[in-house]
């Protein structure tokens, strides 16, 4: 099978490269007089000598960086399967809009008369946003899911202390497939977090969550599809249970992939939701973020969002709204990320209505096609998901020592980022696996062949598993010391 | 295989229950099999000497590169001592777990609850199964 070629050697530090003198361009002296920097600054802020910036030539620079990119993983390289995460391919029209100059030189003091453009995109995305959760109003503000939740969450405390239950309604409850983020979203506002175990399919066990609902119970957090990519096919039961015990539903938007156009979490009894705006819609994110997690609210929610609300005024112009006194307050600087907002709508603009439903069917299908590749070589303990399917490597383990971390390695000489591994926590030697919709029916073969050569080989030769990767410029990392000593400081030799 | 030694007694969450010179007085540590399960030991979190817990209370947690585990204490007491050296070097749980990879020593309230800990025939069933 042909490989993706790394580039072999190890490239040296940019520091390495410098060389006293060299440069890029040439700037001529000044010929106006202007006063020098000790004037201009008091000495406490200076520092005592000048910073020990690289001296390179610019195509030198480029090459630089070329060369790392071509080591390093990413969407416009090839596939890169990391469940949960939807790592679809970013399209490049999102950021031509983004670096529109108007967008670029927006700074977030510029008067609401003076930026109508940016208000308009902004309201955009709140209407197009709720109508796909099904829900009546959206904030933007979250700078990412954990943030989203975060934002969830106080929406459920400011709720319940406006019903005078807010002493009392003490836990949240998550289902033990769930992300960490959501216990730890719920441990840090301040709820007990509550796990729910799951049935044998891997879904919500209804009767364990009757038996955890009473007066005490502040709302539920469920991701859906959940963690193993099974849709709650009771969401509209769970939803009316924990509604009966007077709490509120919280979606974690993580997997809206699957979903979006086709189901609306409004619908199915959901009162919040949060979106990732870097992976369903397709901002970049793993390294090139920063993310959105704006949150859909019913309207029985929606005075306690976060402050400012983007609202469209009688007169037809578009302003940022303070005045919410039920609001629990601010959550971010200024508005939110707001160049991530304008990638997305532009996606959402490029897809249209029915591109989005379009975009879900497909990763749907490209899932089942991958899944049907793979499961007779891998186990599947909960059978096929939606958008994602988890595999486990436990008989392959028993039967040859190789772990999903060594397959996970071994991914790497053949060109493919491994998918998400060891999670969800409730399957042993997970491989959990996302191809998105983005990928081509060919794609999804060539990285089936890869995982499938490597079952073969772990039969047939376990130890060129154990041991890979033999193809990167650098072969088994020691993660454990990489987390216990970590260093990322340049040291330069005369420091030492 | 891991290593199950016998004359140790263990939880069905991996801890493992060794005795000690002074009555009363155990320590405890994770299994061979669970530092094998969990990879490279980044970091070890305890509690500290004179703190109490129940029988299968959380008393620390552990975290190895591919997750963070929650550590359970086997019997209801006191902690008398931590291994201060996990603080330094956190390996010393996957590379001598049953030695210089113990936790915790703690003074047993019940020391009946040992009677209700698995055996190393127990475990390694539990751990098989």
Redesign the interface.
Known sequence: MARFPYTAEVTPTIFEKSSAGRTGTVVPEGDVDTPGVEELIPAAHLRASPPRLPEIPENEVVRHYTQLSLKNHHVDRALYPLGSCTMKYNPKVNEATARTAGFVGLHPFMPQAGAQGALELMYDLTVWLAEIAGMEAVTLQPAAGAQGEMTGVLLMRSYHESRGDGETRTKVLFPDSAHGTNPATAAMAGFDAVELPSDAAGRVDIEALREALDDGVAGMMLTNPNTLGKFESDIIEICDLVHEAGGLMYMDGANLNALMGVARPGDMGYDIVHFNLHKTMSTPHGGGGPGSGPVAVKSHLAPFLPVPRVVRNDDGSFGLEWDRPESFGKLHGFYGNFGVMVRAWTYMRMLGRQGIRGTAEASVLNNAYLTSLLETHYELPFGRGMHESVFSASEIKKRTGVKT?DIAKRLLDFGFHAPT???P?NVPEALMTEPTETETKESLERYAEACIAIANEAESDPERVTTAPHDTPLRRL????A??ELDLRWTFESED | MSEIPDGLKYTEEHEYVRETDSENEFLVGVTDYAQGEL?????VELPAAGDTFGRMDVFGTI?????VSDLFSPLTGEIVAINEALGED??LV?SDPYGEGWMVRIRATDPSEIDGLLSAADYAEHVDA
């Open positions: 971390m591994v060891y999670f926590l020691d993660e454990g010391r987390a216990r | 990879g490279d030991v980044v970091f975290e190895a590169v591919k997750a956190p390996a996957n």
